[in-house]
């Protein structure tokens, strides 16, 4: 099959292209950056999710479309933005792909639609999105599913992941990861806070053993064997926050620091960075809001995926050991080629 890949230059596509080839797929690819040194060669249409033209010409010939771009960053990006690309461009790839006859695709939205919901957050919680980011996601899971009401023929997997991390990531992780590196990080908080994770390898793959390309779809029903189906994607089992950064260090070969500090007095010392970035507008790493964030718990419940049979590869700590070693050979030298719209 022939797949087209929008945000195809970012980082979780980076996994997709060669997992996508390894299986006997084609990749095609839209993003607004170029396909970033190493990756293997794939056809590459440089526009906007938003432009119908420039998606008709990247989808044409294909037979599914993978639908990774999107606004997503947590900083610099307005609420319009935020609903124009991922609720907007949405809409779009829906009128791409009924031009051409394409029913079936893969959008990656985010557990950032649970918002403000209680524990434990499943796929048959009610969305509370709190955030821009989360509202307009689900704003375009619905634009998909009214896409996949209008014909039984179409059929939408939808993926929730929560934070995907591993090499050649350049956000969260690697951001904690760089700080505890450089001896300059202070453990805040108790740590016993929950923080679900994603290891991209992982996600990558229960993607596509429940999309199952080429063959009927893992989810659906007799009558219909595709439609509309939702999945959170998390690591099992969770760690906490103290755990990721214990991880961190031993994989740093280095002990754990014991000495921790409150979170009320981190985040006293912590509002002159925040003054200096309204100032500036500069998005500098030591913010108050980075740090409630650490200290926040970020729990969500993947069950539904290990009930369809996916086993994951790569246990969490793995992970984080990979990233590690990755981070400790070349990431530390490297920065971001470009600023892509792919999550």
């Given amino acids: 099959m022939r797949i087209c890949v929008t945000g195809g230059s970012g980082f979780i596509a980076s996994y997709f292209h060669p997992a ?11 993003d607004l950056a170029p396909l970033p040194p190493g990756l293997p060669a794939s056809h590459l249409t440089l526009g906007d999710i938003r432009d119908r033209a420039k998606l008709v010409e990247a989808m044409d010939g294909c ?13 610099g990006i307005t609420r319009d933005e935020y609903f124009s690309v991922n609720e907007g461009g949405a809409q779009t790839i829906c009128e791409a792909m009924d031009a051409l006859g394409i029913t ?7 557990v950032a639609v649970y918002g403000d919901a209680p524990e434990p957050r499943t796929e048959a919680t009610v969305p509370m999105p709190s955030s821009p980011y989360g509202q307009s996601k689900l704003a375009a899971e619905k634009v998909f599913q009214k896409w996949c009401r209008a ?4 059929n939408c997997l939808v993926i929730r992941p929560t934070v995907t991390f591993g090499p050649r990531n350049f956000a969260n992780m690697y951001s904690l990861i760089r700080q505890i590196h ?7 908080g108790s740590g016993r806070n929950i923080k679900s994770l994603s290891y991209v390898e ?12 080429g063959a ?3 989810f659906g029903t007799a009558d219909r064997p595709g439609g509309f189906e939702v999945y959170n994607y998390i690591d099992k089992p969770d760690l906490s926050s103290a755990e990721v950064i214990s991880q961190c260090y031993v994989s740093m070969g280095r002990r754990p620091p014991r000495l921790r500090m409150p979170l009320w007095l981190a985040v006293v010392l912590g509002l002159p960075f925040d003054a200096a970035i309204k100032l500036t507008g500069k998005n500098l790493p030591i913010s108050t809001a980075r740090m409630r964030k650490l ?4 729990k969500f419940e993947a069950q539904k995926v290990r009930d369809a049979g996916f086993v994951a590869a790569v246990p969490l700590a793995e992970g984080i050991d990979r990233m590690v070693k990755w981070y400790l050979g070349e990431g530390q030298y490297q920065k971001p080629l470009h600023a892509t719209g792919g999550e």
């Fill in 151 to 154: 014909d039984a023929r179409r």
């Fill in 216 to 218: 009927t779809p893992r």
């Fill in 20 to 30: 996508l080839r390894a299986a006997g797929h084609e990749t095609r690819t839209i």
């Fill in 295 to 298: 200290c926040t718990q970020t």
């Fill in 104 to 110: 079936n695709v893969c959008f990656y939205s985010s």
């Fill in 63 to 75: 037979d599914a479309v993978l639908h990774l771009a999107a606004a997503h960053h947590d900083f």
């Fill in 182 to 188: 450089s001896g300059r990080f202070l453990r805040i």
């Fill in 202 to 213: 992982n996600i990558v793959a229960a993607t596509l053993y429940l999309w199952n390309l």
